[in-house]
């Protein structure tokens, strides 16, 4: 395997003369070909600058090896392109110090690392001179080029494409162990050239034949610059290339549907000695390098917009839409867990193409994505969203999304909520992207759990306000109405049999608002644990809503209710609980309809979900008290001023007990011309904790629950 490899002792052993240096020419490895054929040791190279162990001869005044040698090596540190030199006369010490004439064809190139830097440079150097001498003795330099030229073009060529073709093979053994991929082009822009690392990230075969030209094998790519502007096809790097203009650290993103876009640093360098390569290209990819920035500058930026005393529900609209726009997802959603209702509720959605996708915004534990990753309580990811069947769960058309990472929102063994990241691409999971987001996720459970420690406490403070304003009138009211009769009972024999059954009747009538208020506070501590006990049975909800609306007539005689229900509603439910909370919308209802108006009730469901609603037209709710018209305890600022009776408990156990049927209560927004309760249940379904959409059905035909 690759991993076993000793890359050293391979370079060593290859059968030709290879040298490697540092940026600043000092010799770090050499191949044995090179030392038999220099007649110098590895001790007398290694550590040493290249032009301190092989100096011009200083006796020839006319040498020129260090400086043409070197300007190639300068050449190719600054642009990071092949240098192939002409056949270069360069003397060369003996043992005895005596310089003797030899004649060296170069190749000079650069070795980048992982971020597309310059790490290394390699030299490789064939002893030519009996060639030489065969065709010219020993010349000078300038003689020799002054020769070739004229007399030897076509076989030097010959000669030099055979070595070339020799070179190819070491220089291929040494290219396919890079990172960085390594592309030559011909005048056409076609291929001809390619190592390892560029085969696999330009998903070309092994092995490689000349490819089509790139304009064509790439037509579904968008390339654009480091800001995101798109380049144009005489501004790619091959096109500037073959213009003859070198390319130097220059970034590209290449994305084509429905893959995940990709960073590349570009070096490249024209070749103009005529031969079949017209264009060197250096690519590194950087994507993961730029990710990696951009997922701790997200982090951070997080951070800090959750430090800020702004209201939670803005933040956190704020803090998904910058997730999704900076980390370059489609679509981002952020869920709370309701602990009431034991369910998903999504927060905060935000869509980068503006169109917001069809989802449901309620799940429950183990439905969906959100509600795997709420289950197993770990990031999740999932790599194609159509083909996954908790993905299914909550839609069949998923497109143009293709994948999505999950990551739940821990504090101690509870889950606070879930993030949720999709992608239009096939994302491949990473432990780099799963590790920052979840760091992401840790500050967004750090800040709900404050701004809830706040909630809380302010919470508190109310209730305890609340519930010692309770005691004191709802409580106290009865118990003295029964102590008072009571003494009187006791006290006063001369009572008659009338005026004592007057009293009991009283004494009795405040014994059972008492019972029933003190169910309410029980029920009150069963929200808080998340359960309520049901006794579901198949039931119909148009009969207890029809039932209900009697008993409200009978009560009232004054009031005017209007009931429209089709004749047969049948749910899975339970009828006492639920006609509890029928009436607590019908008594809320009539205390504020005004005078001869009418309070309307409307029953009906389909395949999916059946629907109750109760409308009247009073007072709306102020916006400002509209959010917490739900809330433990709550009362609105008119019952308070109008002094009407009330604990503020009846509308939080009537969506608690929706909740725990696997429904929702919802109540409509301040600005409506009318108040609407509206009651939404599984049609059909059981009575606990079921998916809100049935599995594989499309959201275009599906009726979804809504929520608030």
């Not at 998903?203 to 995101?228: I, K, M």
Request: hydrophobic share 40%; charged share 25%; glycine share 8%.
């Amino acid at each position: 395997m690759d991993a076993e490899l000793d890359y050293r002792r391979l370079f060593e052993c290859a059968p030709v003369a290879l040298l490697a240096m540092a940026p600043d020419l000092t010799i770090v490895a050499v191949s044995d070909y090179y030392l038999t054929t220099t007649g110098v040791s590895r001790e007398m190279l290694l550590g040493r600058k290249l032009f301190d162990v092989f100096p011009d001869d200083p006796t020839d005044p006319d040498a020129s090896g260090v400086d043409n040698v070197g300007g190639s090596l300068r050449r190719v540190r600054e642009q990071l392109a092949i240098e192939v030199m002409p056949i270069q006369k360069y003397a060369v010490a003996g043992h005895d110090d005596e310089f003797t004439n030899r004649y060296w064809a170069v190749i000079n190139a650069p070795v980048l690392g992982i971020d597309g830097d310059l790490t290394l440079l390699m030299q490789r150097a064939d002893d030519v001179t009996e060639y030489v001498r065969a065709k010219l003795g020993d010349v000078s330099q300038q003689d020799l080029a002054d020769a070739l030229r004229p007399t030897f073009q076509a076989e030097s060529g010959v000669f030099t494409r055979q070595r070339l073709q020799e070179q190819n093979q070491t220089l291929m053994a040494v290219l396919n162990s890079l990172d960085t991929a390594v592309v030559g082009c011909d005048r056409e822009g076609r291929a001809v050239l390619t190592n390892r690392s560029a085969r696999e990230l330009f998903a070309l075969p092994d092995h490689t034949e000349p490819v089509d030209h790139w304009a064509r094998r790439y037509s579904g790519f968008v390339f654009s610059d480091a800001v995101g502007n798109v380049l144009a096809h005489d501004d790619l790097p091959t096109q500037m290339l073959l213009r003859g203009e070198p390319v130097h650290n220059m970034l590209i993103v290449a994305k084509a549907d429905g893959v995940t876009a990709r960073t590349l640093r570009i070096h490249g360098e024209p070749v103009t000695d005529g031969g079949q390569l017209a264009a060197v290209i250096a690519v590194h990819e950087i994507t993961r390098a730029k990710r990696a920035e951009k997922l701790k500058e997200c982090e951070r930026l997080i951070a800090h917009l959750l430090s800020k005393p702004e209201p939670p529900d803005h933040l956190l609209k704020q803090a998904v839409e910058h997730i999704g726009d900076m980390l370059g997802w489609t679509v981002t959603e952020f869920w709370t867990v309701d602990a009431v209702g034991e369910v998903l509720r999504r927060k905060a959605l935000w869509s980068g193409t503006g169109d917001n996708q069809d989802l449901p915004d309620r799940l429950h534990k183990g439905i969906g994505i959100p509600g795997k990753a709420w289950a197993v309580t770990d990031p999740i990811w999932t790599t194609n969203l159509a083909a996954d069947p908790a993905a299914l769960q909550q839609t069949a058309q998923w497109l143009p999304l293709r994948s999505a990472l999950a990551v739940p929102l821990p504090s101690g063994n509870i889950v606070l909520g879930v993030l949720v990241c999709y992608s239009d691409n096939f994302e491949t999971p990473d432990d780099m992207r799963t590790a920052v987001m979840t760091g992401i996720a840790a500050h967004l459970g750090e800040f709900l759990e404050r701004r809830r420690a706040e909630q809380y406490a302010a919470e508190l403070e109310a209730t305890r306000d609340e519930y010692i304003a309770l005691v004191g009138h709802e409580l106290r009211t009865p118990l003295t109405a029964i102590q008072a009769y009571t003494d009187m009972m006791r006290t006063d024999p001369g009572l008659s049999a009338e005026e004592r059954g007057q009293m009991l009747d009283v004494m009795h009538r405040r014994a059972t608002d008492l019972h029933t208020l003190i169910a309410k506070l029980l029920d009150v501590a069963g929200t808080r644990s998340g359960h309520i006990a049901l006794q579901p049975r198949r039931m119909d909800l148009a009969e207890i809503a029809r039932e209900a609306a009697d008993n409200a007539r009978a009560g009232n005689p004054a009031a005017n209710v209007d009931l429209t229900a089709l004749p047969l509603v049948p749910i899975d439910g339970d009828p006492e609980r639920l006609r509890e909370v029928i009436d607590e919308l019908l008594r809320n209802a009539l205390t504020w309809a005004p005078p001869d108006s009418t309070v309307g009730i409307v029953v009906h469901a389909d395949e999916d979900t059946a629907v109750l609603s109760v409308t009247n037209t009073g007072a709306r709710i102020p916006a400002d008290e509209h959010v917490r018209i739900f809330d433990l305890f709550y009362r609105t600022g008119d019952s308070l001023h109008h002094g009407l009776p009330g604990t503020g408990l009846g509308l939080t156990l009537a969506r608690a007990i929706i909740e725990q049927h696997g429904g929702n209560l919802t109540v409509s927004e301040p600005d409506e011309a009318a108040t609407t309760f509206t009651i939404y249940l599984p049609a059909g379904s059981g009575t606990t904790h079921h998916p809100a959409h049935t599995p594989g059905e499309s959201l275009s035909s599906q009726k979804a629950v809504p929520l608030t």
